[in-house]
């Protein structure tokens, strides 16, 4: 009679040993699929696939906490909520010479006088500087681009140019005689 329960018992051991084996296989195949979902570095697929193979629970769990946080997937499609999130915002006009907030209307800066726009000759309204025509009436639009001044020009700082230096004309070559 005790010789019956002994092939039962190994084959439960068996069974036992199995279900190890296999639930330990199938977390390293999970921790390497995981970490393909989260990053595209092959060498941290590796590492992390060793730590489970070799040390299995405790580096299951050591790969948890230092995984990334979220997927490839999720830092994706939080690009695209953020890039969507930023095409809704309305457009923010700054001036370029003194980066201070100036509203679509507004010609010259009223801090540093710098040109933001001029107006229509026709119907007065703002146009862009680099605009060839009015989109309101038609009309042709700057004559010339305007450079922005610098915020120096109105405060009379700005360097003045240097006086134009007379050309000297070039020097005659001088002619050899041979004796």
């Known amino acids: 009679m005790l010789d019956s329960w002994q092939p039962i018992v190994a084959l439960v051991a068996a069974i036992l040993i199995a279900y190890v084996v296999i639930l330990w296989l199938g977390t390293v195949v999970w921790v390497y ?42 830092a994706y499609e939080r690009r695209l909520e953020t890039e969507a999130l930023i095409g809704d915002l309305p457009e923010r006009r700054v001036c370029l010479g003194c980066q201070r907030p100036a509203r679509a209307d507004y010609l010259v800066c009223p801090y540093c006088r710098t040109g933001l726009r001029q107006a229509c000759s026709r119907c007065s309204k703002p146009l862009e500087l680099t605009w060839i025509a009015c989109p309101y009436c038609g009309a042709q639009g700057p004559q010339q681009i305007a450079v922005p001044a610098t915020p120096f020009a109105a405060s009379g700082l700005a360097p003045q140019p240097a006086a134009p230096v007379a050309a000297e004309p070039p020097a005659r070559p001088t002619q050899r005689t041979s004796p």
């Open 33 to 74: 699929r995981d970490s393909q979902g989260r990053t595209r570095d092959t060498w941290s697929h590796t590492v992390s696939m060793l730590l489970v193979l070799l040390f299995n629970l405790p580096g299951l769990i050591l790969y948890l906490v230092l995984r990334p946080r979220e997927t490839l997937l999720e």
